[in-house]
């Protein structure tokens, strides 16, 4: 690097290379960038694969981007509403307002139950170019990806899957991975399953996605992405690459089945996991008796520190670099934990019905906002959207009115001050 020179100060500087010749190019790779892709997606069974040195987040902008291209006009997307804000930055930047797949009744925000009945039903209704789902979300729920696929297929419609939490699924057993599913373009982000540098992330295009879609990748990635792509994330992509080859899908297995261990002694204690993932563990706080962001701290006094915590649940993600102290711990802990009745709290439920839109999500999200106490807020036009975690079903969306109950879902999720016209 001009820099740094490679001088040992945070200490990775050595490997923090730049476009230096035998560096190859992210977005020209024809060296070792394009092999490592290569074996990803060798590794996947997938057509290609793409590295991103910015997460699935520029994973996702892109593939909201090509879809836009290979059609040359706007499109219509159809979107599950617990969605990333990379999604909704991608439908800002290419002035999409996507309809909205919300949930019939959901009692938490994180999950946003999406079944291929209801996809097949919205397609009926309206022209749709691509359907947008999250799975896993982060509780660990796993959408019916099959059905979805088979709806979209019979109707020539794209499936993009954010899969970010989900990169490991591919390994984890047959049949679980978005690809091998029947998504047309699946995002992984590589940094939160696999051994990879935060910010790696995979967008893989499935076999039988449509011709012309590969081109146009990494112009997108390029014309949405930084110039300078960390050459330590990419490193760390390329040694992914070679461990998804060799030794970690082994790996990945025997940690799936040692957290079924687990998974069957919290079911033996009547601790609730609401995670259908094999490698994570949501352990549902609230039905027995304790506030999730209560029960983190309790995980702290035993040396835990958990991914995510909200009113309802802790999630836990586990992954094969866990040392087995680490899973005695957690062991440990759900065997001492003392039960309780469940916290009998009256939620404020997301119920289908939609607040008003008074304006695109372009035109919200590029206006002139100011920042207002949450109570202040009823009435008024969300400019930049409010979830309670990333990703969830978002209580108000930009371009939204914010009304009594979404006030009451803000703060139930702590959520002091929001962004209006
Ligand atoms: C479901 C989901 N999608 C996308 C992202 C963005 O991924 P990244 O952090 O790799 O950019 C996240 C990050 O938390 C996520 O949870």
């Known amino acids: 690097m001009p820099g740094h020179k490679g001088v040992k100060l945070h200490g990775l500087e050595p490997y923090d290379l730049t476009e230096i010749r035998g560096a190859d190019e992210l977005f020209e790779p024809e060296g070792i960038i394009a092999r490592g892709e290569q074996l990803t997606a060798r590794a996947y069974g997938s057509r290609r694969s793409f590295w991103s040195a910015e997460g699935s987040s520029l994973s996702i902008k892109t593939s909201v981007c090509i879809i836009r291209q290979l059609l040359g006009r706007p499109v219509r997307i159809a979107a599950a509403r617990n969605c990333h804000r990379a999604f909704i930055s991608a439908c800002a930047l290419f002035d999409i307002d996507p309809l909205w797949l919300a949930p019939s009744e959901s009692s938490e925000l994180c999950a946003c139950p999406v079944t291929a009945q209801q996809v097949s039903e919205l397609l009926d209704r309206e022209p749709v170019d691509a359907v947008y789902i999250t799975s896993p979300d982060y509780y660990g729920n796993l959408a019916d990806i099959a059905g979805i696929a088979d709806v979209c297929r019979s109707r020539g419609v794209l499936l993009i899957c954010d899969n970010a939490h989900g990169a490991y699924l591919r390994f984890a057993g047959k049949g679980l991975h978005p690809l091998e599913l029947g998504a047309d373009i699946v995002c992984d982000s590589a940094h939160k399953t696999l051994p990879a540098y935060t910010g790696g992330a995979y967008l893989h295009i499935a076999k039988s996605a449509p011709e012309g879609l590969d081109e146009l990748v990494k112009p997108a990635m390029a014309l949405l992405g930084s110039t300078s792509p960390s050459y330590l994330i990419m490193g760390s992509l390329d040694i992914c690459a070679d461990l998804l080859n060799g030794e970690l899908p082994e790996m990945i297995r025997a940690r799936c089945e040692r957290i079924a261990e687990i998974k069957a ?16 563990i949501t352990i549902a706080a609230e039905r ?27 999630v836990l993600m586990i992954s094969p670099y866990n040392s087995e102290e680490d899973l005695f711990r957690l062991e440990k802990f759900l065997t001492e934990l003392e039960l309780h009745a469940p916290l009998n709290r009256s939620i404020p439920k997301i119920k289908g019905v939609l ?17 207002v106490p949450v109570e202040n807020s009823d009435g008024r036009v969300s400019a930049r959207g409010a979830m309670s975690c990333q990703p969830s079903v978002a209580a108000v969306m930009p371009g939204e009115r914010i009304n009594a109950e979404i006030i009451k879902i803000l703060q139930r999720y702590g959520i002091s001050h929001t962004d209006v016209i």
């Open 288 to 314: 027995i008796g304790y506030d999730g962001r209560e029960l983190a701290d309790i995980m702290r006094g035993y040396k835990m520190e958990c991914e995510y915590s909200d009113p309802a649940a802790v």
């Open 355 to 371: 607040p008003e839109r008074v304006m695109s999500i372009r035109e919200a999200m590029l206006s002139p906002a100011v920042r």
């Open 265 to 280: 002694l919290m079911n033996k204690r009547s601790i609730p996991d609401l995670s259908e993932e094999p490698m994570k």
